[in-house]
């Protein structure tokens, strides 16, 4: 378990980017992303993209459910599952057979469709703490270890 305390948004975006330079591009990475309305997943999903090499905007996908970025090395998908009022509308979008794409998936509300949704390998929960706020990365899967463990200090 990695935790990391973010006092301003640059830390964000300086998490973000950490994490994105150490995600594989051949592999399928799913990342859960938890936490509060407005503590900040949008933010570091935003600047997460924009580390891969995005450079529109992002929006966030409350109401679509889903946004897809195709960049020039890997292909992301960032769903957010906040407004979803049944678990089988994943089945319904189609979304299901989708989950063994190689791709990069950023699941903000998994909680949401958890038994619909495959393992994350690495789930970061946002929370907040008087004035500022505490990201803790804990990996689930071997390939989640093996990314957070390259993003330890001693290892850069």
């Known amino acids: 378990m990695s935790e990391y305390l973010i006092n301003e948004e640059k830390e964000t975006q300086q998490l973000a980017e950490k994490l994105a330079a150490h995600c594989p591009e051949d592999k399928r990475l799913i990342i859960f992303l938890q936490g509060e309305l407005g503590v900040g997943k949008t933010t570091?999903?935003?600047?997460?993209?924009?580390?891969?090499?995005?450079?529109?905007?992002?929006?966030?996908?409350?109401?679509?459910?889903v946004e897809r970025y195709e960049l020039a090395k890997q292909l992301i998908f960032h769903l957010d599952l906040y407004r979803l009022q049944t678990t089988r509308e994943i089945l319904e979008m189609g979304l299901y057979d989708e989950f063994d794409q190689v791709a990069i998936?950023?699941?903000?509300?998994?909680?949401?469709?958890?038994?619909?949704?495959?393992?994350?390998?690495?789930l970061l929960t946002l929370?907040?703490?008087?004035?500022?706020?505490?990201?803790?990365?804990?990996?689930?899967?071997?390939?989640?270890?093996?990314?957070?463990?390259?993003?330890?200090p001693s290892n850069r």
Do not use: C, N
């Not at 950023?106 to 909680?111: D, G, R, S, T, V």
């Not at 929370?127 to 505490?134: A, F």
């Open 44 to 65: 570091f999903t935003r600047f997460f993209l924009h580390a891969l090499g995005h450079h529109g905007s992002v929006k966030s996908p409350t109401y679509t459910l």
């Open 105 to 122: 998936w950023l699941i903000e509300w998994p909680e949401r469709a958890q038994s619909f949704l495959p393992a994350a390998d690495i």
């Open 127 to 152: 929370s907040l703490l008087d004035s500022q706020r505490k990201a803790t990365l804990l990996p689930q899967t071997p390939l989640g270890e093996q990314i957070l463990k390259k993003m330890e």
